[in-house]
């Protein structure tokens, strides 16, 4: 398992990072994933900020459909962590009973049709190269 | 590469299939893939029939949304041929170019993300597991 | 792409391998696969001998359902090489076109539940962890 | 983890599933996927149809061969639960260990040439592309 | 396909990162990575700016060590862009064939006991867990 | 869970197998992976003797470096024994944990760079194709 770095035991730099958490998502709770993070300070750094800029940054999707988008690949990736980190983010973000049903029933389909167009080498129509 | 099924040599059950397809999508265009799955009717009829529930049915999810999440899962598989028909789907249901980016964006962080958890071995946080 | 290696071009230690390729499949052609493993001897020896006896020593799975089995693998992988050539290989031992759309309805049924039981995060039955 | 649906508490529609699997079974116990799917009813209904239609209808394929497919698949993509049930659901069906050994002998060594096909970029022989 | 943005058509925004990646590489060619990833420049300076902190920054790792893991995941994910493009820098960088033989022969490998240790369920060793 | 088979209760040919193991890593310690894989001898036998050929023989990659490329293909593949195994190997040979860092930076950048260019489905470039 991971060691975990508290904040009264990071250096200035993870600080700075953790205290940017706090502030952009308005919580005092760090979660796991960034305290794993903080082993290598560049990494902590670099995935905050792009996952900052990336899911928070004005855009045109909105924050639940981003979050939705992030499930998608954790679902299929199997990551067990991000699929339950993401879940309850989506959760509060609005995600209801319904939405995370149909979602995962378009996860399961495209993983379905994804095995059917590799598993019978379905050539690409030419109008979808364009 | 796999042989494609035309509508002029089907079967009236795989010709039934392709008739609601070009119902529902409103094109007289069959792609390929259906064209593929034809070989085997059985896939054929309950892929559509899902494909169908799944992405055309009433719900919380706008069809633009389950697009979206549809091309994350895809590009997550490396899935040549999904990508590029669910990408031409998604332009048709209004999806342009800064939607894309961003859709590219948050697939990309979240394949990093996934990563990161699992080589971390970053315990679950207590909260998540409700 | 990669380098192929012919059998006129090849050292003694690679055309021993082709040799036993030949013996065994009782046919002269060496596909490319081979002929890629080549440039690196060691893996060429190992990756023949593992397949061999995985693939044709006696046992209780007949040589079609471990095509099968590999194609299955195959397909979730997304190799298209892989794909290829073990579904002729397949078909070579007996696979007709309604075992083939059966294997792939399988595969892809099955990774839709895998996402599924992934996305709930399904907790292992007791009496399946035995 | 995911919020288990017990028969007693289920709507009519999930009963009528539970019902189906437990009569096409033959056992009274429902495994955790199912109460897990039935959080959201046209999944739980439309995975069960496809599950038994692709196990358990007639075909070309035996049943204990399709469950070392599905297992092919699972192990593959990593699924705990889906590799515990169906491993189960495999022996149920005849698997022994020597079979299911030889089972996982022929997904590890096909893992291993997918990637080396990838790998070495190894060009789809002409004869394959029939 | 994708629309690949020339430095000609650029932005100044996107100029910017074609120069870095000039200066970066000392070489003039810019690779169609990059010039399909300028559709959506926020997304090409943060991979750019990425890739060039993690490949470039002086480290523990040499930049040959640095390719050969990057060219891992890349063939375990099958994806042929990345495949191709990290093979050549490799060389670059020094890898020579026996090299990359070993290389492939690990990556081969690991795919094969990732796929036993899933399929067999093995508990992870109390003395890993630390 | 798997049945682990103990040195006591081993056949002669897995004996022979955990000697071997012992003899060539120098402890006495055999982990869950090889009792697991008694299951089966000859795929005990052969993945021990691919593993240590593959890791252990002379060549041009040094250890330590055949260690992290083997966690890279872990990580990527989400396999927790394999990562908790691997990441205890290299320590053994000297990772510290600047180098785990760089290590786990350089494959969630490969991964995100994996996935965009798939999903922009980039052409490679005439020059890669060498």
Same mark, same amino acid.
């Given at each position: 398992?991971? *060691?975990?770095? $508290?904040?009264?035991?990071?250096?200035?730099?993870?600080?700075?990072?953790?205290?940017? &958490?706090?502030?952009?998502?308005?919580?005092?709770? &760090?979660?796991?994933?960034?305290?794993?993070?903080?082993?290598?300070?560049?990494?902590?750094?670099?995935?905050?900020?792009?996952?900052? $800029?990336?899911?928070?940054?004005?855009? $045109?999707?909105?924050?639940?459909?981003?979050?939705? &988008? %992030?499930?998608?690949?954790?679902?299929? *990736?199997?990551? @067990? %962590?991000? &699929?339950?980190?993401?879940?309850?983010?989506?959760?509060?973000?609005?995600?209801?009973?319904?939405?995370?049903?149909? /979602? /995962?029933?378009?996860?399961?389909?495209?993983?379905?049709?994804?095995? /059917?167009? *590799?598993?019978?080498?379905?050539?690409?129509? @030419?109008?979808?190269?364009?």
């Amino acid at each position: 398992m991971s *060691n975990l770095i $508290e904040y009264d035991d990071a250096s200035a730099e993870v600080r700075a990072v953790y205290d940017d &958490i706090r502030a952009t998502r308005q919580t005092d709770y &760090i979660n796991n994933f960034w305290k794993a993070l903080a082993q290598h300070p560049p990494t902590l750094r670099r995935t905050w900020e792009t996952l900052k $800029e990336v899911m928070t940054s004005p855009g $045109e999707l909105d924050p639940l459909t981003r979050e939705l &988008i %992030y499930i998608a690949v954790s679902v299929t *990736n199997g990551c @067990e %962590y991000c &699929i339950a980190s993401h879940t309850a983010a989506a959760h509060a973000k609005g995600m209801n009973e319904a939405m995370f049903g149909e /979602l /995962l029933a378009i996860i399961a389909t495209a993983n379905t049709t994804n095995r /059917l167009a *590799n598993g019978y080498r379905v050539p690409v129509d @030419e109008q979808f190269k364009v």
